[in-house]
């Protein structure tokens, strides 16, 4: 079991939702942080309650698409002797659409946001862990970047492109001393859900996503009981495991649910 206390932990899109429960939970844990999220007032009160509780604290307001802010970020960060030991990449966006109805825009939108966001950090900052023969990167990715949903298709590439960078950082930066995790999270009651493109959908999805959703704070502790145990795949609530497992054993048959999922859900949401 790791122990994470007096270590400094780097975290992106922190202003709400996991995040958020991150960073109050890390500073609990003893914990220096360095906060990162285009929501300045969010940012704002994270850094508040975080260094409430004692906890050493710089926060940057930044898009993680944008490396070379991410590069004066990291000079900062290196004046201010907090170079960070864990990183956990949270930034995040989804659209809800036909793939037939998303713009290539809207496509580079969400994968240098969810996927080229977390390759940006880690690029900024992972000479320092090699360097330093130590550290630890979690990349927040989806149950989506596990099975698929329908949809979703921008988001789902971005969130399966996620889950296999960190298995291939965890298999070769093991020779550094360095440790990789993805969470792939079910419904969780984030900002996600009031903030996702939604088009030819009806904006009531959204409700379908709140009654679904759990709390950001049981995924934030399951995240930290991961990286303490330095599990690969971090999972919650369990129904994502026991999908997992199912698709594992049966793709044909979760395939078929998922086609059928997908039938019900453009028959009672969709605008055409």
Not at 120 to 125: H, K, L
Not at 143 to 149: L, Y
Not at 191 to 202: L, Q
Request: glycine residues 8%.
């Amino acid at each position: 079991m790791t122990d994470i206390n007096g270590s400094t932990v780097l975290i992106t899109g922190v202003a709400s939702g996991i995040g958020k429960a991150l960073a109050i939970q890390l500073a609990a844990e003893g914990v220096n942080l360095v906060l990162l999220d285009l929501d300045e007032d969010g940012l704002s009160e994270v850094k508040r309650i975080a260094e409430s509780m004692g906890c050493a604290c710089a926060s940057f307001s930044a898009d993680v698409r944008d490396f070379t802010k991410l590069i004066e970020i990291r000079n900062e960060v290196e004046s201010r002797n907090l170079l960070p030991d864990i990183i956990i990449n949270s930034a995040g966006v989804a659209i809800v659409a036909r793939v037939e109805d998303i713009s290539i825009d809207e496509w580079r939108w969400v994968v240098e946001t969810n996927l080229f966001g977390c390759v940006n950090v880690i690029r900024v900052f992972v000479n320092e862990m090699i360097s330093k023969r130590s550290g630890h990167i979690v990349n927040i990715a989806s149950a989506a970047g596990i099975f698929t949903v329908p949809f979703q298709s921008p988001y789902v590439a971005s969130k399966y492109g996620v889950v296999g960078l960190t298995e291939a950082l965890r298999w070769e930066l093991s020779r550094y001393g360095i440790k990789a995790s993805v969470v792939c999270p079910g419904f969780i009651n984030t900002r996600i859900i009031d903030t996702a493109e939604i088009v030819g959908f009806d904006q009531s999805v959204r409700r379908l996503g709140r009654r679904l959703a759990t709390s950001p704070d049981k995924m934030a502790s399951a995240i930290l009981k991961g990286i303490k145990k330095n599990e690969f795949l971090i999972t919650y609530p369990r129904y994502v495991s026991a999908i997992h497992f199912a698709k594992r054993m049966s793709w044909r048959l979760v395939e078929i649910v998922g086609k059928l999922c997908a039938v019900a859900f453009e028959k009672r949401y969709g605008m055409r």
